[in-house]
């Protein structure tokens, strides 16, 4: 007469299988976990952190817009984007600086009427606030603000990075008490 197989010991989590199978379980985890916290740390120092420093510690000056411009971001790729910059004349701690000027977000237009309508809002010749960076006085900006799309890019990676996170604690549970 054959023996019963007891279907729930043969099939339970990390039994029957190789040091390796159950070694890909943690593996996998861990390197789910530290691939999401580098995405995180990633998308936060470029995308958040330079935010921060401008709208909380760039110190605020008077400036003198000398020149306008619409750069290309490639001159080798067609319809790569471009980028407004201005020409800023100021002084910081008694020291004169001319710098290359443009909003915090970078931001790309692809439509030149985009740029022509940012542009419009400064004029050749005027004194208008800007913000430098206090440790580097010739980083300076137009613009400050935040750019909600990269703030909420931030977050999801954020959940995403705490999902994983949970999900690796869950499985380490479940594994204890097998």
């Not at 290309?72 to 004169?96: C, D, M, T």
Request: glycine share 4%.
């Amino acid at each position: 007469m054959a023996d019963k197989i007891n279907w729930q010991e043969h099939t339970a989590p990390g039994k029957n299988k190789s040091r390796w199978q159950r070694l890909g379980g943690w593996a996998g985890h861990l390197t789910k976990i530290i691939f999401c916290l580098v995405f995180v740390f990633i998308a936060f120092y470029y995308l958040v952190w330079p935010q921060i420093q401008v709208n909380y510690f760039y110190k605020t000056t008077q400036c003198l817009i000398l020149s306008k411009q619409l750069q290309p971001l490639s001159k080798h790729v067609k319809n790569s984007g471009f980028q407004a910059r201005f020409l800023a004349f100021y002084e910081v701690n008694n020291k004169i600086y001319n710098s290359w000027a443009n909003d915090i977000l970078n931001t790309i237009y692809t439509n030149p009427d985009a740029y022509q309508a940012v542009a419009d809002q400064f004029k050749t010749g005027d004194y208008y606030m800007c913000w430098y960076d206090p440790k580097h006085p010739e980083k300076l900006v137009l613009k400050r603000g935040w750019d909600h799309m990269s703030i909420i890019f931030f977050v999801l990676t954020l959940i995403v990075a705490l999902t994983s996170v949970t999900r690796f604690y869950r499985w380490l549970h479940q594994r204890k008490q097998t």
